[in-house]
């Protein structure tokens, strides 16, 4: 069963660039802002949506992702109001894969079942569960995949040929290489390596391979882009959210539109990442 | 939860997908789990490797002091029989404190330390990280480095390190970088965060020490494992004193390393009642305690399925204790499974009981036991005068509690 994520894929392939993948937090800092930078992700030229769930004790993220998830626990977004928030945006846009990232307990204390149910009826297309790896593919992954919806899975650095295998065996949608040893947010590792181990993983599957930790901006997308399937950009999304923030966490600009000015550049960089490549 | 069905025995786990029961299991970053795999291939070569064990058990000797005594803790037997007394009972059962109070750097947490600088020597790790609460583990783990010539950053919630100031100087001057950590409320749990974070970065040379019987697979099995020389001895021990096994055991579980390392060699005798203390802060009725097992419920945090502080979102709560060293949201995942088994009881006691205590037996013993020590102590002050004057109860006294008296002093309200 094609998922939106399985179409939208096919369709930039044919197109013969990258997919710009773009991470938020839902309810940073609040429900409607959030839900209004959602909204202004595909116009700007986002071609995948990963919506964060905010998780008190997320231990794969950097100081930025802390903060942001922080701020919408805040707000008072609960894993309930980040569903409506899916479904909110899928009243206008029907198109627009929709992949759930952060961490299993929200999902296991909501209860799993429940959980696919609902996510499905909210139009989530994808999951990306950090501390879900493929020991625990029962929780989660299994179910996940029986429902029709996408697990996708990271790969990383310590992801050796020997373990690959069993990381890609139950992922579908795309494969989510993370590009270095490290929390989000930090710089960027050598991009040759990152070329490399891309080739490495494509060796190993046909599904799409994504790359993300560390690109920040266009031009990075643009030579991430070269060779990957698709960019993840997320710690600069959420730093244009915290930077049009004050100290109280008023508003002191329209975050939608400070992301959209990122990801219209971020675009612009997935956009011309192959002519590059031809160069 | 559903009861599990009793099993022939107890000492069994975990399964070899690191499960006791429901609980436990490797919920990582994938970027960790080829580190814990590697990790669980060595912990499998060394456990009984007789090389190994020699070298601990050397160490263990001749550096950490061990064995540590079990004491006939004589005046707070005579204390809690007059008690009995008064109350017309007649009655208390004579209490011995298992004397890990003793061992070099002050507490059990050595035992652990000792082991696992063993198991990342042999690895051929270059680095050790470490997260600590009160700074007991931290001061353990910057031992253990400096013995063995490991550089060593210990990751400490910033609260924690205003409050247990003379713990830092210790880690400091054992040559170890104490690194605060500002996120959350600046405890155990969000030092934990930072040490995964530290481990996350630094895959290639680094090996992660950590301190209590929790985490991802294999941790929980290799911790109760070096920590259940207490156990192992206090059983010996108490066969050769007085013959016979005692009635009741008890230890205060934060994360729980003493208590499992006292009640594991123990599970399978079904005559001995065990019994865990959890720390019941100013109440069960508000969110100001650390009673996972009484008050929380199952969940998912610091690499295993444990139960857990959390609402209904399932967002963790920062719990409170007025032990820094049970002041942790979670539990070992092993006393989760011997909960829900029935086998092992978890009672909360509250801050006030737990200075009660600590007051007690300084004043009839002459030892000032580590809060969380004490509260362990202030539930056989409850207990035993109820108990006949034939029985027996083992507490484990984990901890000394110099360490404490800042804290003891301000809450008395006097200053020192």
Known sequence: ?279 | MNKPATPNSFRTGPDEQGMFGIFGGRFVAETLMPLILDLERHWNEVKNDADFRAELTDLSTHYAGRPSKLYFAEGLTRHLREVSSAKGLGGGAKVYFKREDLNHTGSHKINNCLGQILLAKRMGKKRIIAETGAGQHGVAAATVAARFGFPCVVYMGATDVARQSPNVFRMKLLGAEVRPVTAGHGTLKDAMNEALRDWVTNVEDTYYLIGTAAGPHPYPELVRDFQSVIGIEARAQILEQEGRLPDTIIAAVGGGSNAIGLFHPFLDDKEVRIIGIEAGGRGLDGIEHCASMNAGAPGVLHGNRTYLLQNADGQIMDGHSISAGLDYPGVGPEHSWLRDSGRVDYVPILDDEALEAFKLTTRVEGIIPALESAHAIAHAVKIVPAMDKDQIVIVNLSGRGDKDVHTVASMLGMEI
């Open chain 1, 1 to 279: 069963m094609a998922t939106r994520i399985d179409r939208r894929m096919a369709k930039l392939k044919t197109e013969g660039r990258p997919a710009l993948v773009t991470y938020f937090m839902g309810g940073d800092p609040d429900y409607d802002t959030s839900l209004s930078i959602m909204k202004a992700l595909p116009k700007a030229g986002a071609d995948i949506i990963e919506l964060g769930m905010p998780f008190s004790d997320p231990m794969a993220d950097g100081p930025a992702i802390q903060a942001a998830g922080l701020r919408a626990l805040k707000g008072g977004q609960t894993l309930v109001k980040t569903l409506k928030m899916a479904s909110d945006f899928r009243a206008g846009d029907n198109e627009t894969p929709i992949v759930l990232m952060g961490y299993y307990n929200p999902i296991y204390i909501y209860g799993v079942d429940r959980f696919l149910k609902d996510a499905i009826a909210s139009g989530i297309d994808g999951l990306i569960v950090v501390d879900l790896p493929p020991e625990m593919d029962e929780e989660l992954c299994i179910p996940a995949l029986k429902a029709g919806i996408n697990f996708i899975r990271l790969a990383t650095p310590t992801t050796d040929d020997k373990r690959l295998p069993k990381v890609l065996q139950n992922t579908s949608g795309f494969v989510y290489y993370v590009s270095m040893t490290g929390i989000t947010g930090s710089a960027l590792a050598d991009t040759g390596k990152v070329a490399a181990a891309v080739k490495r993983i494509k060796g190993h599957t046909d599904l799409p391979v994504c790359v993300g930790f560390g690109v920040k901006t266009a031009e990075q997308a643009r030579v991430i882009g070269a060779n990957a399937d698709g960019v993840v950009v997320g710690t600069a999304i959420v730093n244009a959210v915290a930077n049009v923030l004050g100290p109280k966490g008023e508003k002191t600009a329209d975050p939608a539109e400070a992301v959209a000015t990122l990801v219209g550049g971020l675009a612009q960089g997935v956009r011309s990442a192959r002519l590059a490549a031809a160069e």
